[in-house]
Nanobody, 126 residues
């Protein structure tokens, strides 16, 4: 069964950090671009950060640029999202998705993915 599973979410105070992980089972990630997306209550899902299959190309939403960093370890079949200087407006369910044949810019801007995880909740609150 092809599956993506996110982990690492939780409750953190403003200014804190979290690292999200995205693990794949049933397929290898090394031929897929991976995107991190989030959806807050009452809002549409939006692209946060996307990384190419090789890891060379990345894309970030303006709202997280300079605070978040995406990386991947294809040998471990894992993708990560390091989130620093978290703000209350970062509160959302975070999803990872895999897609092929698409640029990271398009993947993030159009919220595209062939395979999706179930999401992990990130809450930033004092």
């Amino acid at each position: 069964q092809l599956q993506l599973v996110e982990s690492g979410g939780g409750l953190v105070q403003p200014g804190g950090s979290l690292r999200l992980s995205c693990a794949a089972s049933g397929f290898t990630l090394d031929t897929y671009a991976i995107g991190w997306f989030r959806q807050a209550p009452g809002k549409e899902r939006e692209g946060v950060s996307c990384i190419s299959s090789s890891g060379v190309r990345t894309n970030y939403a303006d709202s997280v640029n300079g605070r978040f960093a995406v990386s991947r370890d294809n040998a471990k079949n894992m993708v990560y999202l390091q989130m620093n200087s978290l703000k209350p407006e970062d509160t959302a369910v975070y999803y990872c998705a895999a897609a092929a044949g698409i640029t990271v810019q398009a993947m993030c801007s159009m919220v595209r993915g062939k395979y999706w995880g179930q999401g992990t909740q990130v809450t930033v609150s004092s």
